[in-house]
């Protein structure tokens, strides 16, 4: 294009030239060696333009004569080299293809037409080529050597870090993370692998600033980074709460801002003002969670602030929190469960079978069952309860790819993975029929059993002792009391009387129980004298 525009200055200027000498006719007189050369101004100026073009002309070809030969050599040169790269970028569709015979065959041509030297993804086709064909030595050789050439040294490091993975050396996955780390920080598979790797060592301070990084150079949205940032935080600061409440405090409310909604966060928070005695900010940083999402944990807390409270306290809490979240399972549940310790059974009866008509499941039937217990005591209704409580769902929990975990976790044990805990209700688990959560709890109420009036207790008594054939007849099971009783209540044997002669069982066969024959009482003299007989009864 450029070339076109100067062409077409050029012609524009010659011909305003030439019309401009035409405006101006005149002669032009040359005397050389005694010879005079007389001409227009207009035949001069077309001689001297064609002497121009004709010099031009003859560099020209005297310039495409010089340098023929090495024309012609970077004719074949390119010829070749784009046979190569032919070869190249076939060898290296068929080894992402995985076809190994194909890519071996394309990666010999690509050695034979390019210099390795001069093209790096000549290592990666043969290293690639390897991996496909099952010779991992040779590829991780390949892969050193790409390491070390700083043009392909990301390349490298991410096939020993693949490949360190492939084996599940961990260890030494994360080394080659951090060296990529170290040349390039954006890379995010580096940085990610590297991240996780602090976060599971409990760096918190190194994963912090590669997160920030990772955040200035764009590897990572604001929203998520922000997330992250304030899972490290509060992980950190849970570590930290134990020997140094102050700066514990300070990285869960920094967390808090980025993560208005992450509980742990808000239970660390709120321990570090309750070291300090200071109630009322306790209070206000759980509120102001519990108001975005309830949780048990930020229920405990926040009903048991304080020690020393005594349960009607605790009530009056828990009241608060369902003032603030009213119509929620967990602020009936909260409420339910303070009033069972304050001993107000029937608030805690209502508050828990609105909690099992809401959203059935185990809490609340178990929490149903405490209260039959303290309420009743009676076993057929407990027994209700827990078979509600078998067939309900199971309580949420803090679950992260299948690994349920009593507590809250930064990171996967399993995986690394940053903030992959979630409050969920485990997933697997044996529950009875699927049905509409209300109708559920109302046919729960409706067939609880009524309450039965306990039994009353067998008492001893002292009564007459039967004799003969009434104690034959009626075997009665004493119990040592009972027995302790009817001998006190036997009158003393005179001294000279002697016992009676114990007549051989007729049945020998059947053996007769120890209870159930006559009493061993030496004034029984006659066993057909019931009226000089006694009778035991128990009651």
Do not use: C
Not at 186 to 201: F, G, I, K, V
Not at 327 to 355: F, G, I, M, W, Y
Not at 424 to 445: L, M, N, R
């Amino acid at each position: 294009m450029i070339r076109l525009f100067v062409f077409l200055l050029v012609v524009l200027g010659l011909g305003w030239g030439f019309s401009w000498l035409a405006d101006r006719p005149g002669l032009i007189s040359i005397t050389w060696q005694d010879h005079l050369i007389e001409t227009s101004i207009m035949v001069a100026a077309t001689m001297v333009v064609a002497l121009i073009a004709a010099v031009m002309i003859l560099w020209w070809v005297i310039g495409v004569v010089w340098s023929s030969p090495h024309s012609v050599r970077r004719y074949f040169r390119s010829r070749k080299r784009d046979r190569g790269y032919q070869a190249l970028s076939t060898g290296l569709i068929a080894a992402g293809a995985g076809n190994a015979i194909l890519a071996r065959k394309m990666s010999l041509r690509t050695r034979g037409l390019l210099s390795a030297d001069q093209e790096p993804l000549i290592h990666l086709l043969e290293a690639q080529t390897s991996l496909i064909e099952g010779r991992h030595d040779d590829a991780r050789r390949k892969f050193e050597e790409m390491s070390n050439d700083p043009e392909t040294r990301e390349l490298g490091l991410r096939g020993l870090y693949m490949e360190a993975r492939r084996l599940g050396a961990n260890e030494a996955a994360r080394q080659y993370a951090e060296r990529a780390v170290e040349h390039a920080p954006y890379l995010p598979w580096a940085a990610q692998a590297t991240l996780e790797a602090h976060s599971q060592s409990g760096r918190w301070d190194d994963a912090i600033r590669l997160l920030d990084q990772q955040r200035m150079a764009n590897v990572i949205e604001k929203p998520q980074a922000d997330r992250w940032k304030a899972v490290l935080l509060a992980a950190k600061a849970s570590e930290r709460l134990e020997g140094e409440p102050k700066s514990a405090r300070d990285d869960a409310l920094a967390a808090l801002k980025l993560a208005k909604d992450l509980v742990p966060a808000a239970v660390v928070a709120a321990k570090s003002y309750l070291r300090e005695d200071n109630l009322r900010k306790a209070a206000s940083v759980l509120e102001g969670v519990w108001k975005l999402k309830p949780h048990p944990e930020i229920a405990q807390t926040y009903v048991r602030a304080r020690s020393g409270d005594s349960t009607i306290d605790r009530l009056k809490r828990a009241d608060r929190l369902e003032a603030l979240r009213p119509n929620n399972v967990e602020s009936l549940l909260a409420v339910a469960q303070a009033a069972l310790d304050a001993r107000e059974l029937a608030k805690a009866r209502a508050k828990a079978e609105a909690a099992a008509r809401m959203e059935p499941r185990e809490a609340a039937y178990l929490l149903l069952a405490d209260i039959e217990e303290a309420e009743t005591g009676d076993q057929g209704r407990i027994r209700h309860w827990m078979a509600q409580a078998l067939r309900a769902p199971r309580d949420p929990a803090w679950v992260a790819e299948g690994f349920v975990s009593e507590r809250w976790l930064p990171v996967s044990p399993r995986t690394g993975r940053i903030d992959a805990f979630e409050w969920k209700a485990p997933f697997g688990q044996v529950e009875g029929p699927v049905e509409d959560g209300s109708t559920q709890a109302e046919h729960a109420i409706a067939t609880l059993p009524p309450v039965v009036s306990e039994p009353e207790k067998p008492v001893a008594a002292a009564t007459p002792v039967a004799t003969g054939a009434e104690a034959f007849a009626s075997p009665v099971a004493v119990t040592p009391v009972a027995r302790d009783v009817a001998v006190a209540a036997k009158p003393p044997m005179p001294a000279n009387t002697s016992l009676p002669e114990q007549k051989p069982s007729e049945n020998k066969d059947n053996p007769v129980p120890f209870f159930g024959n006559a009493p061993d009482d030496p004034g029984v003299k006659d066993k057909h004298d019931e009226k000089s007989a006694t009778r035991l009864r128990l009651f």
